[in-house]
């Protein structure tokens, strides 16, 4: 019936798949009890309900269900729901979440450590981290292992290694990978100096959301350099 309730989550049918997950979740599976929390949280299938979100992330949590423990994580890094702000908890799950393969949480996890958020500030221990979930696909973590590899951060600085890394991001879409390589391009750092890709890629983030780019542009445009 879990995988019934996961179609049916899937297809946006909300009100079956609640309907599916609250026996099952009633009954302690805790991936249903995962999913109900999270239905509760973002009013799908049902009004939301804040509370019955931390019950429902509480009881899966105690059998270390991956998402739960992230999602968890989520609110006590916000102090939402009815938990309070405490960045030291909120590691401690994404950490537990990430050594359970959750890319995301792999993602939070370094982030706390390159920031000393919640733990002892450690920049190798973030690039690992940042490493296994680009690794799983994550697109902001691979524009990140490569801002430490650019600034030689926990690991060794290593202009190519960045390259890839905001290559990566930026095929993936992501506006402040586009950004990063558009600055390796410009700086001609790995790669050589190409300052019509530089500005291809500064167009392609500002399209995306990137504040700074979108100045750059606006600032370009103002000047007479560039029609976009």
Not at 33 to 47: A, H, K, V
Not at 66 to 80: C, D, K, M, S, T
Not at 132 to 154: T, W, Y
Request: charged share 25%; hydrophobic share 35%.
């Amino acid at each position: 019936m879990i995988q019934q309730a996961h179609d049916a989550y899937n297809a946006q049918d909300y009100q079956k798949a609640f309907e599916l997950y609250t026996p099952l979740a009633e009954n302690g599976n805790a991936d249903a009890q995962s999913s109900l929390g999270y239905m509760y949280q973002q009013g799908q299938g049902c009004d939301r309900n804040d509370a019955k979100a931390l019950e429902c992330y509480e009881k899966a949590v105690k059998q270390k269900q991956p998402y739960a423990l992230f999602n968890l994580g989520i609110l006590y890094a916000n102090g939402v729901a009815g938990v309070s702000h405490d960045q030291f908890k909120a590691h401690e799950l994404y950490l537990d979440a990430a050594t359970r393969e959750v890319p995301p949480a792999m993602y939070e996890t370094a982030l706390m450590l390159e920031r000393g958020l919640g733990c002892l500030q450690n920049y190798s221990e973030a690039a690992f981290w940042y490493e296994e979930a680009a690794k799983r696909g994550h697109m902001e973590s691979f524009n990140n292992l490569g801002v430490l590899h650019k600034e030689g951060h926990g690991v060794p600085l290593d202009y190519q290694r960045s390259l890839i890394c905001f290559s990566r991001a930026a095929e993936g879409e992501l506006a402040e990978g586009q950004y990063n390589l558009g600055l390796m391009y410009d700086q001609g750092l790995g790669v050589e100096e190409d300052h019509d890709k530089a500005l291809d890629l500064c167009r392609k983030a500002a399209y995306n959301g990137h504040e700074k780019a979108k100045t750059i542009i606006r600032s370009l445009q103002e000047d007479g350099k560039i029609v976009f």
